[in-house]
């Protein structure tokens, strides 16, 4: 029987905030590198990583476990 794994996290946090940033910088180099839509670079890149990171961890009370199929 496959159990699921328990996640405490979806990526260490230095990793996933290097994710966010980088996403973050190709959103700023895509619009132009105009400034003044930081933040909105930000929130859009830290939603687009934690959406492709969903399809594959569900929600467990207070962690995250891995889906196997």
Request: charged fraction near 35%.
């Amino acid at each position: 029987m496959n159990s699921p794994i328990i996640v405490h996290d979806w990526l260490p946090e230095p990793m996933l905030e290097h994710e966010i940033r980088l996403r973050a910088y190709y959103l700023f180099v895509r619009r132009g590198k105009r400034d003044g839509h930081a933040l909105d670079d930000w929130l859009k890149a830290e939603h687009e990583i934690v959406r492709e990171m969903q399809p594959y961890r569900i929600r467990d009370g207070f962690s995250f476990r891995e889906i196997r199929s």
